[in-house]
Every structure is written in C-alpha cells, then in structure tokens.
C-alpha cells in the first residue's frame, strides 16, 4: 500500500401575535431539517483529523504495507537453523455451524469466513446475504475474510524492531480437529500462531507466542492485522434524498472511542494511541475484528484506498525480549453479524475469558493480566441517536417475539408512542378544533383590520384569550415526533435484527430498504394531505392552500428513497392522527350540541318566567 498521506444549527423563528401561520411553517422547518440532517450526514461530518506516519523502525516502510509477494522463511530445523527451503503454500478448511471457514500458511491466517447461520430458530437463512448496489444483482454470501490479492489476510502478522518478519511469511501447518496451529521461525526469531474455534458462535480466539533466538536482548512489535477489500462500485453514491445504503468502514475502538475510515478520493491513514479495543472491518450490518485479551502496551492503525482496500491493525509492543524469552499475546476474533445481543455476549464472554474458543492455560507472561471488555457493540453505528436507539430496539424486539414480524412491531412502536403522546396530541387536536370555531370570527376580524396589521394581531390575540385557544398548541406533539423519527431512521440503518427483514413478502421484503413499489410513500403523502386538510386554515388563504399541497408532495419525494420501516412508521402515525381528529370532532359537536340545547332551554326557561 502507498504511503497513505460545525454546520450552523437552524433555528425556527415562531409567527409574531400578527402572523399565525405557525403550523405551516413548522410542517416547512421539519423537512428542512430533516433534509439538512440527511445531507450533514452523508456529505459534511467533519472527517477526524488524519495523521501521517512515520515508517516502522527495523523495516523502513509503513506496518499498514500490503505483502509484495510469497515469503520465504527458514524452516524450523534446530540443528541447522542456516538452511532455509521454500514452503509451499497450504489452505486448511474447516465447517461450523456459524462459518465456512479456511486458513492458509501463507501470512499464517484466516483466507476465507463465510457466515452460516448459527441461530435457525431465531434468523432466517437470507440475513447471512448481501445484495450489492448492482440493480438486479443476485444476493451473496457474507465473506469477512474477503481480501484481494496483494493484500494480506485476517489474523497475518509482521514482526518489527530489532527482529523482523513480514506480513506474507509462509508457516509450517498443524492442523487439529478445532484450530490449526502455523509456525515459522527465522535465525532470530520464532513466531508461532494457534488459532481455536468452537463448533457454535461467531468469534475465535488465537494466540501468538514470539521467541527471541538470538543471544541478544532484542525489541520488537507485533502487528496484528484484519484487512478487507470491498469493490467501490459495488457501493451507489449517496445523494440528497436517498443516504448510502451501505457502511464500508476500516474501524478501530481506541480507548472507548470508535474511530472510522472510509474510502475516499486519495489513499488515508490514521493512528491512535490506544489502549485498543478492537479493530477490524465495519460492513454496516456485519463486522470483521480482531481484540486483544489485555489492552496494555497497544496501538492501532486503520488505512484505506481508493481501490477498496481497508486495513485495521493493532499494534502490540512486546518490549525487550532477553535471549531465549518467549512472550505470548492473546487475541479474539469475531466475524459476524451485528446483533446488539451477538455483540454483548461476545464482549461479555472476553472480558471473562470464557470465549466459546477456548485455548489451553499457558504460564507464559501475559498469563496473570485482566482481560478487557472490547465492547463490539460500539460498532453499532446509532450516531447521536444513540440512547434512543437502544431503547427503539429494546420496544421493538418485544413486539416482534410477540408477533413474529418487525413490521408489524414498527406498527405496534408507532400506536405505543401515539398512546404515550396523547395528552399532547389530544390537547393540540382540541385548540386546532377550537380554532376552526372561531374562524369565522377571524376572517371578520382579517377583513375589518386589512390595513392594520397591528391591530388585527391583538384583536386575534384578544379573541384566542376569550374563547381559550392556544395558537401555538400544535407544535409540541410534532417536535416530540421528530427525534423518533430520526432515531428510527438510525435504528433502520444500523440494526442487523432488521435487516431484510419483511412486512410482507413480494412487496417489502426488507424493511431497511426503500418500498420498490413506492405504495407506502405515496399512501403516506395523501394521508399527510388528509390530516393538513382536517387543520383549520391559518392566515392568507392562497398561501395555506399552497403549503396544504406542497407538504405533502414535498415528504412524498422525501420517503422514496428512504428505508419502508421509516415510511411505515409516519404512514401508521397519520392513520393514527385521523381517527384521532375525527373522534375528537365528533365529541365536539355533541358537546357543542347539547351546551346549544341547554342555552335554548335557559333562554325559553327565561323567557317564560318574564312572561
């Protein structure tokens, strides 16, 4: 690999006491923040400022360089360690419930993972698919050892400092029933690798234990890599109104701070101090990683390029090692898919050390250090939503154990907010039905002060204080709407529970993926004009009629692009909203009846003791 060299928030300004347009203007000020929002994320988060780096000393080039080609390493012959021979190249393959699995001597890692579901009773087969940006293009199998040639493979290793050993080293192989264990072994250094999996679960764990041969005390770094390539046209450009639909990410977790890089125009790379977490490949709904036991004395790197390539590596330091000293490093892989509960247990069985890949107890020198928590669930990529996010999903799996469908669980999210919004919704619902009572009052008034602005503004006031009409009352309720619908959006996007996840077969077989028959948009554009044609009007007649149409068109074009989850979620809310306006105009012109009545019954009770 070459050498890899504040958005002003908006504000609403309410209507002065002349102007009570408001409700209008608030539908306008959502969609321009909703759309600011969509483009502040896609296009203008600041990028983290990138670093330079220094080459590595003892090997005179970046540790994030690709192999150039197939090493060859002296054999490990004790009595002879000054004959060297070529090894040839070996793949070992292996089945799991949760992988295809294949490690190969050359770089002495993982060349191929794809998933399997490990889950049956609770995944479908299709989640552990991908279907690329391509239109038309058949879904495929997940690979997250997938690399290009030239590059290296998850789990291979360089050796720098005072002794050396590059990434593409060919290994000795011993293959066992649940691993495979590589060694390759130089004048100066031994370097062996025993990597473990279980026959259920999504991580595996290795152990790399280096051996100073020479009579020197010598130090040195190990380098611990998990690369990927993934095809840049396979990933659509994003634009105003419909957001990347994938999350291609070198990714590091440094000292609890999540850190991303994506392919751009130029070839970048970036470091961090640690202690690390984790580092690996974020595929959106899968993640790639590599973690070490014990975070103590690491560093990480992530690198992209412009052709695909991403590298993530940590970067142990073994410190000085004493002729004849061997020193071992543990580390856990996870290759998987990003379920928020996956992620934990995974996390949880690590910081433990009872990951379901277990390696045989060691004396060496790391044998007594804590094990950490990498927190994988942190390449969950909720953004600012984050809290509400978490409980999103936490409302959204209960639902869906109970009817088996997320969809249907969308709709069940939505009556549950709309329920627990009532109050707010039911008191503005009864100042918008006050309001269409005293309209006629206010067109008087419009026509009586058309050239006193001033006036006609605290004769309105006046009138909304006499008969108890909040002018404003609307906003509320669609201000508490707008951080679920952003939250939603985040959880759609993020969330492997649902991914490709349906409503209904044949029409939304992916909830996180835009209706491909546009009924849902469009159901929920003449929904929107419904409930903008129950509000009373406000204001100039020919500017309400205006936004009465455009609102509606203008979130209808919106909606097309993005996930059918979100769509169905303000559809079900509209639905919602229109029952809710028709039963309180109902309950209105009861109670306005019967208050007519009781007036006619007084006048005539009045009239008649006058008499």
């Known amino acids: 690999m070459s050498d890899f060299s504040n958005v002003p928030q908006g504000s609403y300004l309410p209507p002065g006491q002349n102007d009570p347009?408001?409700?209008?203007?608030?539908?306008?000020?959502?969609?321009?923040?909703?759309?600011?929002?969509?483009?502040?994320?896609?296009?203008?988060?600041?990028?983290?400022?990138q670093e330079t780096l220094a080459?590595?000393?003892?090997?005179?080039?970046?540790?994030?360089?690709?192999?150039?080609?197939?090493?060859?390493?002296?054999?490990?012959?004790?009595?002879?360690?000054?004959?060297?021979v070529e090894i040839p190249e070996r793949v070992v393959t292996f089945q799991t419930r949760a992988?295809?699995?294949?490690?190969?001597?050359?770089g002495g890692g993982i060349s191929r993972a794809i998933l399997k579901n490990d889950e049956p009773g609770v995944w479908q087969n299709y989640k552990f698919e991908q279907v690329s940006g391509e239109k038309g293009a058949e879904p495929r199998s997940v690979d997250l050892a997938l690399t290009r040639p030239g590059q290296s493979i998850p789990g291979?290793?360089?050796?720098?400092?005072?002794?050396?050993?590059?990434?593409?080293?060919?290994?000795?192989?011993?293959?066992?029933?649940?691993?495979?264990?590589?060694?390759?072994?130089?004048?100066?250094?031994v370097l062996t690798k025993a990597f473990e999996f279980a026959e259920t679960g999504y991580d595996l764990k290795a152990r790399y234990s280096v051996t100073n041969r020479t009579d020197a005390t010598k130090k040195a770094q190990l380098v611990v890599t998990y690369p990927a390539y993934y095809d840049p046209a396979l990933v659509p450009e994003a634009s105003f109104f419909a957001p990347p639909p994938d999350q291609i990410q070198a990714m590091a977790l440094d000292d609890g701070?999540?850190?991303?890089?994506?392919?751009?125009?130029?070839?970048?790379?970036?470091?961090?101090?640690?202690?690390?977490?984790?580092?690996?490949?974020?595929?959106?709904?899968?993640?790639?990683?590599?973690?070490?036991?014990?975070?103590?004395?690491?560093?990480?790197?992530?690198?992209?390029?412009?052709?695909?390539?991403?590298?993530?590596?940590?970067?142990?330091?073994?410190?000085?090692?004493?002729?004849?000293?061997?020193?071992?490093?543990?580390?856990?892989?996870?290759?998987?898919?990003?379920?928020?509960?996956?992620?934990?247990?995974?996390?949880?069985?690590?910081?433990?050390?009872?990951?379901?890949?277990?390696?045989?107890?060691?004396?060496?020198?790391?044998?007594?250090?804590?094990?950490?928590?990498?927190?994988?669930?942190?390449?969950?990529?909720?953004?600012?939503?984050?809290?509400?996010?978490?409980?999103?999903?936490?409302?959204?799996?209960?639902?869906?154990?109970?009817?088996?469908?997320?969809?249907?669980?969308?709709?069940?999210l939505t009556v549950l907010v709309k329920l627990l919004l009532y109050p707010l919704s039911h008191k503005q619902m009864a100042s918008m039905e006050a309001m269409r009572r005293i309209q006629p009052q206010i067109q008087e008034l419009q026509k009586k002060y058309a050239d006193d602005r001033e006036k006609l503004g605290m004769e309105q006031m006046k009138l909304f204080q006499e008969n108890k009409v909040n002018p404003f009352g609307g906003c509320l309720p669609l201000l508490v709407q707008m951080p679920v619908w952003f939250a939603l959006y985040r959880t759609l996007y993020s969330s492997f529970e649902l991914y490709r996840e349906p409503l209904i077969v044949g029409w939304i077989s992916d909830l996180t993926q835009p209706d491909p028959y546009y009924v849902l948009p469009l159901a929920m554009g003449v929904t929107m004009f419904i409930t903008q044609k129950m509000q009373p009007q406000m204001g100039d007649a020919r500017q309400a009629k205006m936004m009465l149409y455009f609102m509606p068109i203008f979130f209808t074009f919106i909606m097309l692009n993005l996930p059918a989850g979100?769509?169905?979620?303000?559809?079900?809310n509209n639905l919602l909203s229109i029952a809710q306006q028709a039963w309180l105009r109902r309950r209105f012109a009861v109670a306005d009846a019967t208050a007519g009545s009781a007036s006619a019954k007084a006048s005539k009770d009045k009239t008649s003791k006058g008499k």
């Not at 347009?21 to 400022?49: C, D, E, S, Y």
Request: glycine letters at 8%; charged letters at 20%.
């Open 21 to 49: 347009n408001h409700q209008k203007r608030l539908f306008l000020a959502v969609a321009i923040v909703m759309g600011l929002t969509f483009l502040w994320q896609t296009f203008f988060m600041p990028p983290v400022p």
């Open 55 to 84: 080459p590595d000393a003892g090997t005179g080039q970046s540790a994030v360089t690709p192999p150039s080609g197939q090493g060859t390493v002296i054999a490990p012959d004790e009595s002879e360690p000054s004959s060297s």
């Open 99 to 106: 992988f295809d699995l294949a490690f190969s001597n050359v």
């Open 156 to 189: 291979a290793s360089q050796l720098t400092g005072d002794i050396a050993l590059p990434f593409d080293a060919r290994y000795q192989v011993e293959e066992r029933a649940n691993g495979v264990t590589f060694r390759a072994q130089t004048r100066e250094v």
């Open 257 to 412: 701070s999540p850190e991303r890089l994506d392919v751009r125009g130029a070839s970048e790379e970036e470091s961090f101090k640690g202690p690390v977490q984790f580092a690996g490949f974020d595929q959106r709904y899968f993640l790639g990683a590599v973690f070490p036991a014990n975070g103590a004395m690491t560093h990480s790197r992530i690198a992209t390029s412009p052709d695909g390539r991403y590298e993530s590596q940590i970067v142990f330091d073994l410190g000085a090692l004493t002729p004849g000293q061997t020193v071992h490093r543990d580390v856990g892989f996870f290759m998987g898919p990003k379920s928020i509960d996956v992620l934990n247990r995974v996390s949880e069985a690590a910081m433990q050390g009872k990951l379901s890949a277990q390696l045989p107890a060691d004396g060496g020198s790391e044998a007594k250090l804590v094990a950490q928590n990498p927190e994988l669930a942190e390449s969950i990529d909720f953004g600012w939503w984050a809290v509400l996010c978490r409980a999103l999903l936490f409302v959204l799996k209960f639902f869906e154990s109970l009817t088996h469908n997320w969809g249907v669980a969308i709709i069940l």
């Open 566 to 572: 979100l769509t169905l979620y303000i559809f079900t």
